[in-house]
């Protein structure tokens, strides 16, 4: 039996679209640091490419790493951009990667603005507000973050740490529209890295959420 976090082929083209906005909404941050680098231009086209049926799963799963070389030797902000562009072209392999570009994309965001406490609740509003019902009902059929180790939301950067935050939160709205994003997010000034002080914190079971 398949993996939960794979999807149907049709759900993957679906959330790629999704994905690919995600990723593409902050690619900016990326491109002012290396303009003359294209694989994560590349690898939203690509993906946006994947969503429309032009190209196939298979030579999409051979090209998925392409864009994650790009995340070194740029700052954190810009790295983080590459890095959803790099989740977001993985889809055809696995449609989870989805969630992936938009916590990566997020987590750019927040990078990008540390002292602007709302810069990440904001990015995941957008993104929320950018799915489609068709987006949100393949997103709902996936496992919540670290609790399938079949696949990237398994054990691994998107079940730790900020990462894991975003996407439990994405999932808590996907599962409830009432639910509220956290207010604020902090960055620590040590790492760098943000945290979050979230409703998320004060649930059952979820008071020692890394961040």
């Not at 730790?160 to 994405?170: E, Q």
């Amino acid at each position: 039996m398949g993996s939960p976090q794979t999807l149907s082929e049709a759900d993957r083209r679906i959330v790629a679209i999704w994905a690919a906005d995600c990723a593409e909404r902050v690619l900016g941050l990326f491109e002012a640091e290396a303009p003359d680098d294209g694989r994560p231009r590349d690898a939203i086209a690509r993906t946006r490419a994947f969503a429309r049926g032009e190209l196939s799963v298979a030579e999409e799963i051979r090209r998925r790493f392409v864009a994650g070389g790009a995340a070194r030797d740029v700052s954190a902000p810009a790295a983080a951009a590459a890095r959803a562009a790099g989740q977001a072209s993985s889809i055809p392999h696995m449609g989870a990667h989805a969630l992936g570009a938009a916590a990566y994309a997020a987590k750019a965001a927040g990078l990008a603005a540390p002292d602007e406490p709302k810069a990440i609740s904001d990015e995941i509003r957008w993104q929320l507000g950018r799915m489609s019902a068709a987006a949100g009902a393949a997103l709902r059929k996936l496992p919540p973050v670290g609790e399938n180790s079949s696949g990237p939301l398994g054990p691994g950067l998107l079940a730790s740490g900020l990462l894991s935050t975003i996407i439990r939160a994405i999932q808590a709205s996907l599962a409830d529209s009432d639910h509220s994003l956290p207010a604020e997010w902090q960055t620590d000034r040590q790492d760098r890295v943000p945290s979050v002080r979230s409703t998320l914190r004060r649930r059952p079971r979820c008071r020692n959420t890394p961040t």
